[in-house]
């Protein structure tokens, strides 16, 4: 088994990642100590994560609070809130569905030119139609995630 460890620039509209054997705070560190690297002016950075508790550990804060990174955690059951799981949907419509990668390390290389090429084109049409869809599917989701009801407020 292997876990994307995806990043999202908003400002910038760039998609990138890293596949990795587990999930940890060895490998959440190593991802944000990259994140900072592209951003050496020192301006202060602004991180959402979801509640995995790996991300959330004294070091990983310590870390960040010392360079200016401000951890942002979605709420439980509210990955929708985060940018950057619009692109998970292309990322596996384009890579890994009806794929049969031979290895761990041929699936890796599908993922990096997935990458290359979706920074290179995030405004292509086939790119945009698989983020709104991915959008819409988490959405209609998140009434499921929060007990299916909606809300009705009454006046």
């Known amino acids: 088994m292997r876990y994307f460890h995806g990043c999202y620039s908003?400002?910038?509209d760039r998609l990138g990642g890293v596949n990795r054997r587990t999930k940890g705070a060895a490998n959440t560190l190593?991802?944000?100590t990259s994140i900072r690297a592209a951003r050496p002016d020192d301006a202060p950075i602004y991180v959402i994560l979801d509640n995995l508790s790996a991300?959330?550990?004294a070091d990983i804060r310590r870390w960040a609070k010392k360079r200016k990174v401000e951890l942002c955690f979605t709420p439980t059951y509210a990955s929708w809130a985060n940018p950057i799981e619009?692109?998970?949907g292309p990322l596996r419509?384009?890579?890994i569905a009806h794929s049969h990668h031979p290895n761990h390390t041929v699936q890796?290389?599908?993922?990096h030119?997935?990458?290359r090429w979706r920074n290179a084109n995030a405004r292509h049409r086939d790119v945009l139609a698989a983020e709104r869809r991915e959008r819409a599917r988490i959405r209609s989701e998140k009434g499921i995630r929060w007990g299916g009801r909606p809300l009705v407020i009454a006046a």
Do not use: S
């Open 10 to 12: 908003v400002g910038d």
């Open 30 to 32: 190593a991802g944000l």
């Open 55 to 57: 991300h959330k550990g």
């Open 86 to 88: 619009a692109h998970f």
């Open 93 to 95: 419509q384009f890579t």
């Open 108 to 111: 890796t290389r599908a993922l």
């Open 113 to 115: 030119a997935y990458l």
